[in-house]
């Protein structure tokens, strides 16, 4: 899946250092946080979820952290793999009525691992 | 477990025409949405649907469209195709709502409009 955009920022990063990629989200009252892995010809990958009651979540590696306050989400590589390289997409879920959710996504941020 | 599948993988297609596209779950999952991908748009939700119906759309025109099936399959369908729908089209399957459930993408159909 070509999600790469000529726009989209970009992280380069030494492989082993750690990788942090921001993210900003826009609705105060999504409560339901993702982080997506999308490689090239691939459809996105689940990496972390945090939901809006916990500030930091740790997975294998990886750390999401959630500043409610200034909207904001961080996700954290530790030891950075050729294998990270891919974009990295945020998406918050936001009410759509009638008792239902939508999850909206982030632009993207392209994470290149130097060997 | 198999994953989310989706047919035919690249689809390339004339202005005017139709098209529709396929997208099996992960077996159990009852709610399937779509997404549409573009680089300069990103990706931006179509529909979402559970148990056979529609709870919720993106801000899309009627041309785009979809179904579920009983057995959760479904399908979306794009009428009088205009070139501005060549995109990946990525479809994401989960237990329950996609607001609060992981979702599962399969590899997307790639479309083209000529």
């Known amino acids: 899946g070509e999600s790469v955009g000529l726009h989209l920022p970009t992280l380069s990063v030494q492989e082993g250092d750690n990788s942090i990629i921001n993210c900003a989200y826009s609705n105060s009252a999504s409560d339901y946080f993702i982080w997506y892995k999308q490689e090239s010809g691939k459809g996105p990958q689940f990496i972390i979820d945090?939901?809006?009651?916990?500030d930091k979540r740790q997975g294998q590696r990886v750390t999401v952290l959630l500043n409610k306050t200034v909207k904001h989400l961080s996700l954290q590589i530790a030891a950075t793999q050729p294998g990270d390289s891919a974009v990295y997409f945020c998406?918050?879920?936001?009410?759509?009525?009638?008792?239902?959710?939508?999850?909206?996504f982030g632009k993207g941020t392209k994470l290149s691992v130097i060997p | 477990k198999a994953g989310v599948t989706q047919t035919p993988r690249y689809l390339i297609k004339t202005r005017g025409q139709q098209v529709t596209l396929s997208c099996s779950p992960i077996?159990?999952?009852?709610?399937v949405s779509w997404y549409q991908q573009t680089p300069g748009q990103g990706l931006q939700f179509l529909f979402e649907?559970?148990?056979?119906?529609?709870?919720n759309k993106g801000n899309f025109p009627g041309r785009f469209s979809g179904r579920q099936f009983s057995n959760s399959r479904s399908e979306m369908n794009v009428s009088t195709l205009e070139l501005g729908d060549s995109a990946l089209y990525l479809c994401?399957?989960?237990?329950?709502?996609?607001?609060?459930?992981?979702?599962?993408f399969g590899p997307g159909t790639r479309l083209t409009v000529t």
């Open positions: 994401a399957s989960s237990l329950g709502g996609a607001g609060y459930y992981e979702q599962y």
């Open positions: 649907y559970f148990s056979e119906t529609q709870r």
């Open positions: 945090i939901r809006s009651n916990m």
């Open positions: 077996s159990g999952h009852r709610s």
């Open positions: 998406a918050e879920n936001m009410y759509s009525g009638a008792g239902s959710y939508q999850l909206t």
